[in-house]
């Protein structure tokens, strides 16, 4: 019976309670399932159509989780509401040979995506390596996995400019969620107000060459 389960698309996909995102369109529903080293997406359209689609965790250039919290709109000198905090999980993805894409998932459990995102680049780094993921997950469940075990000494790729400029003011969750942390991003959003720990490097990144066009 476990074999035959095996067998399902969806079998070991962790799925993800119903959130919003800006692919194909923005403002689109979706429900996010990560596994099988792939994020997938069942977007409904404005049109009210059902599109599916996975993103391959080997074609994510880099990701980032931050949150926003809405700007006060009241009188001056009001005392201010309750704010919701929005997370955002966004990824750079190699849409085409030469043409990279941001895609960003709102989301309460964005932090649980960006960890789940983690886990499969350090899988995908492991058998690389030839390593075993039992391993890997006996390791981690001791405390005893470094990074090195699933970087092994492969350069992280150079970061681009951030996706958009016209983004609102932005509070970042920092990358170590031991000790969660907010500080502030200024509103221009360039790559010189996000440093290099602000984003996390796909180590399992693949370019496409033109045999795969």
């Not at 492991?126 to 090195?148: D, E, H, T, Y």
């Not at 996000?194 to 496409?208: P, T």
Request: hydrophobic letters at 35%.
């Amino acid at each position: 019976f476990i074999r035959l389960a095996q067998t399902l698309k969806y079998y070991g996909y962790l799925k993800f309670e119903p959130c919003v995102t800006d692919f194909p369109e923005k403002g689109c529903q979706v429900i996010v399932s990560a596994g099988s080293s792939e994020l997938n997406f069942q977007v409904r359209l404005p049109s009210e159509q059902i599109k599916e689609g996975s993103f391959k965790v080997t074609r994510m250039r880099c990701w980032r989780v931050t949150s926003s919290v809405p700007t006060s709109t009241g009188p001056p000198g009001s005392s201010p509401g309750k704010t919701e905090v929005k997370l955002e999980l966004a990824f750079e993805y190699l849409m085409s040979k030469d043409r990279l894409q941001w895609v960003t998932i709102t989301s309460p459990q964005a932090i649980m995506l960006s960890i789940c995102l983690q886990s499969m680049v350090d899988e995908l780094m492991v058998k690389k390596s030839g390593g075993s993921i039992r391993k890997m997950f006996r390791r981690r469940a001791n405390g005893a996995l470094r990074r090195s075990d699933s970087q092994q000494a492969v350069k992280s790729p150079p970061l681009l400019d951030s996706p958009d400029a016209s983004r609102e003011p932005v509070l970042k969750l920092s990358s170590k969620l031991t000790s969660v942390s907010l500080r502030g991003i200024s509103h221009s959003g360039s790559a010189g107000d996000l440093g290099a720990n602000d984003f996390h490097g796909n180590y399992a990144f693949e370019g496409i060459g033109d045999e795969d066009l």
